[in-house]
Structure formats: C-alpha cells, structure tokens
C-alpha cells in the first residue's frame, strides 16, 4: 500500500516555474514507477510526466516536453516535477500516481495505477 501526498502548487504568472513534490509513504517505494497527471476543468485525467523506479528512464507528454523535468529521490520517497515557462492551458489540478507493475509503453494511460494522491492545483494567470 502506497499512500501519496502532493505539495508545491498554486498560483503563478505565465512564464514562471514551479517545482511540485509528492510524498509517499510505503517501504516499497523505491520499486514503483511513479507519474504526473493533471485535470483541467471540464477535461479528462491526461498523463504529464513518468519516471521508472531506478530514475533510469523518463518520459513526457509533448505538450510539457522540453520545459518540464520529473525526478525522485527514493531514500526521501519523493517524487518531483520541474514545471518552467508555464502557460495558462498548464492550469489544472496535479495528481501524483504510483504502481509497481507498469509494462513499458503503457506508463501514460490513467488505468495503469493503483495509487493516487489527492492532487494539487496549479493555476498559471496571464
């Protein structure tokens, strides 16, 4: 069982950045893959950010690739993302996820995790 805390949102100008963490509880968090998605109002869940349990490997939505960077620190049980050059359509709410058995090439669809954090809303002003 994996319990995940999302921190580090809020309000921001366009342009500017924003680093969120989420903080996960569990003896075996060094073995999940961990995510990003977000919500938009009115929106589907849509996949941000993913990052393998060794950090070996990354990946990204192309609509964030290139200003956004996912991280983790498996001695903290933290999991972060580096949001830069923000843009209004980046406003949403930010949920952290986790599973320990993602097949490859499948880390960005919703059913694959088990676990969710409660999110944390990121609201980019223009």
């Known amino acids: 069982q994996v319990q995940l805390v999302e921190s580090g949102g809020g309000l921001v100008q366009t342009g500017g950045s924003l680093r969120l963490s989420c903080a996960a509880s569990?003896?075996?968090?060094?073995?999940?893959?961990m995510a990003w998605f977000r919500q938009a109002p009115g929106k589907e869940r849509a996949f941000v950010a993913a990052?393998?349990?060794?950090?070996?490997?990354?990946y990204y939505a192309d609509s964030v690739k290139g200003r956004s960077t996912i991280s983790r620190d498996n001695a903290k049980n933290a999991v972060y993302l580096r949001m830069n050059s923000l843009k209004p359509e980046d406003t949403a709410v930010y949920y952290c996820?986790?599973?320990?058995?993602?097949?490859?090439?499948?880390?960005?669809?919703?059913?694959?995790?088990?676990?969710w954090g409660q999110g944390t809303q990121v609201t980019v002003s223009s």
């Open positions: 569990g003896r075996t968090f060094s073995r999940y893959t």
């Open positions: 996820a986790a599973d320990p058995a993602i097949v490859a090439g499948v880390h960005w669809r919703v059913d694959q995790y088990d676990y």
């Open positions: 990052i393998t349990w060794s950090g070996g490997s990354t």
